[in-house]
Nanobody, 123 residues
Framework: QVQLVESGGGLVQAGGSLRLSCAAS????????LGWLRQAPGKEREFVAA????????YYADSVKGRFTISRDNAKNTVYLQMNSLKPEDTAVYYC????????????????WGQGTQVTVSS
């Protein structure tokens, strides 16, 4: 059974940094895309960043490009999201998700999701 468990969320001031982690279990994910998506109150879930199975391909939403960095450690079945220069508009629940096969920037294409971790950025 696939399980994804996020950690690292919290409250931070604008301009600060956080690092999210997501531990995946239940199978190997070396050939699968891993992504981070977020949902703010009253808004739809949106794509944030994704990384291909090999780690060689990374993709970012325009709103986070240059501030966030996604990476993965296949030996640990873990994906990370380093978030710098955080803004109040980054406040949301952040979800880790896996898409079997090719990476995707569309939330609807992901196959399994974690339960999410809250990130709150104060102004």
């Amino acid at each position: 059974q696939v399980q994804l468990v996020e950690s690292g969320g919290g409250l931070v001031q604008a301009g600060g940094s956080l690092r999210l982690s997501c531990a995946a279990s239940g199978r190997t994910f070396k050939s699968d895309g891993l992504g981070w998506l977020r949902q703010a109150p009253g808004k739809e879930r949106e794509f944030v960043a994704a990384v291909s199975g090999s780690g060689g391909g990374t993709y970012y939403a325009d709103s986070v490009k240059g501030r966030f960095t996604i990476s993965r450690d296949n030996a640990k079945n873990t994906v990370y999201l380093q978030m710098n220069s955080l803004k109040p508009e980054d406040t949301a629940v952040y979800y880790c998700a896996v898409r079997f096969g090719r990476v995707s920037t569309s939330p609807r294409n992901y196959d399994y999701w974690g339960q999410g971790t809250q990130v709150t950025v104060s102004s």
